[in-house]
């Protein structure tokens, strides 16, 4: 038995079933997707003076991966005009584009900007403990300056015993009265040779850069994550078109095969889409 509609629009709509459906499973990603932005927004915008990070992504490095993502959507988008076109061929090497885009994109952010926050770890100070502190904060120029002031103290655990943190500084703690210290460092500066000692009595709590540190850490991973599933997912449903399987479709009804590549193509935009928006909310502002 065939399933109408699987080429031919449908007469009540315009267009053929698959992409009704994309588009009312779309809809429900921008509300999915909505729903933890307008949270990040909002934690963002409640979040206590020196408690939300800035600076901490690594700028470059989030633009490589967003010019990867704008890449593969012109390439899906050639891959699908070479099947209208009737060129197979043409279509393959397309495809093959897209998906390395988007392994390139995977591999990016796991192999190399999730550790990275693995390996951080800061340490927020108690309110009643700030001034013992004050060398590696710089609180009282900062507080001159109209800034908000640092509660946190940064950097490599080089060590820990029952009763002090021993850690090797960021530059920003390192070297708090530099006024270069101020602004967001979009490349992530190295630590330094700087060890701080800080007595676990006087430390309000400390993590890694992990979920647990902050509501921005915690958004980030959530939403990161998240789309990083969605890429996984577009980049297997493009290795299965791109398989020899999608031959023989091909060769039995090519317009078939345009029609999926389409559909996905459209799944690929959205992800490609959200990407736009993770970008300056989390390594930009």
């Known amino acids: 038995m065939e399933i109408p509609y699987t080429v031919s629009n449908r007469p009540d709509t315009g267009l053929w079933n698959a992409k009704i459906g994309i588009w009312l499973f779309l809809a429900s990603e921008v509300m999915l997707f909505g729903a933890l932005f ?24 989030g633009t490589m991966n967003t010019a990867i993502l704008i890449i593969s959507s012109v390439t899906v988008v050639l891959a699908w005009a070479a099947l209208k076109m009737r060129r197979y061929r043409a279509y393959w090497w397309y495809m093959l584009a897209t998906i390395t885009c988007g392994l390139i994109f995977l591999t990016v952010k ?20 700030l001034a013992k502190y004050e060398k590696y904060l710089g609180n009282e120029r900062r507080l001159e300056k109209g800034l908000e002031p640092r509660i ?29 210290m101020d602004r967001p460092h979009f490349i992530p500066l190295p630590v330094t040779d700087k060890i701080a000692t800080i007595e676990k009595a006087d430390v309000q709590r400390a993590t890694m850069f992990l979920p647990t540190h902050s509501a921005y850490f915690a958004s980030y991973f959530t939403i990161t994550g998240l789309h990083g599933l969605h890429v996984l997912g577009g980049v297997i449903v493009f290795i299965y078109m791109w398989l020899p399987v999608s031959k023989k479709l091909y060769q039995r009804n090519p ?26 909310l989390f390594y930009l502002l």
């Open 38 to 61: 307008s949270a990040y927004i909002f934690l963002r915008i409640d979040a206590a003076p020196g408690t939300w990070p800035h600076g901490l992504l690594n700028v470059p490095v």
């Open 110 to 129: 796991l192999a190399y900007e999730w550790p990275q926050k693995f390996e951080h770890f800061g340490a927020y100070i108690k309110p009643d403990a």
């Open 255 to 280: 317009e078939h095969l345009a029609n999926r590549v389409e559909v996905s193509g459209l799944f690929w935009h959205f992800v490609d889409l959200v990407w736009i928006f993770v970008f300056p």
């Open 152 to 180: 946190e103290i940064t950097g490599h655990l080089h060590s820990q015993n029952a009763t002090e943190y021993e850690v090797a500084l960021d530059p920003v703690n390192a070297d708090p009265d530099d006024p270069a």
